[in-house]
């Protein structure tokens, strides 16, 4: 794939929430499972989904690593409460 069209596709994933990146994710899915695509479209669109997986999982881990310092902060107060 042109360099180009790459940077393009990652500054459109940067417009997605996570549940609009999943449900395209999912839609990927369906396509390749339903078959009947020319390996060019299978490639293509498999790629894609990559792409949009990548960015999901890159998602989940900004929430899990701000819930963490949720807690953490959460605990840091509680202790000096009791202080």
């Avoid at 990146?21 to 990559?50: D, F, H, K, P």
């Avoid at 960015?55 to 953490?72: F, G, M, S």
């Amino acid at each position: 794939m042109p360099q180009d069209q790459t940077s393009q596709q990652e500054d459109n994933l940067q417009n997605l929430n996570f549940e609009e990146a999943y449900s395209r994710l999912g839609e990927i899915v369906e396509s390749l499972e339903n078959g009947g695509l020319t390996l060019a479209e299978s490639t293509q669109i498999y790629e894609r989904g990559m792409g949009l997986a990548n960015y999901c999982n890159h998602l989940l881990d900004k929430a899990k690593l701000r819930i963490t310092e949720i807690t953490q902060n959460n605990n840091h107060s509680s202790l000096l409460e009791d202080e």
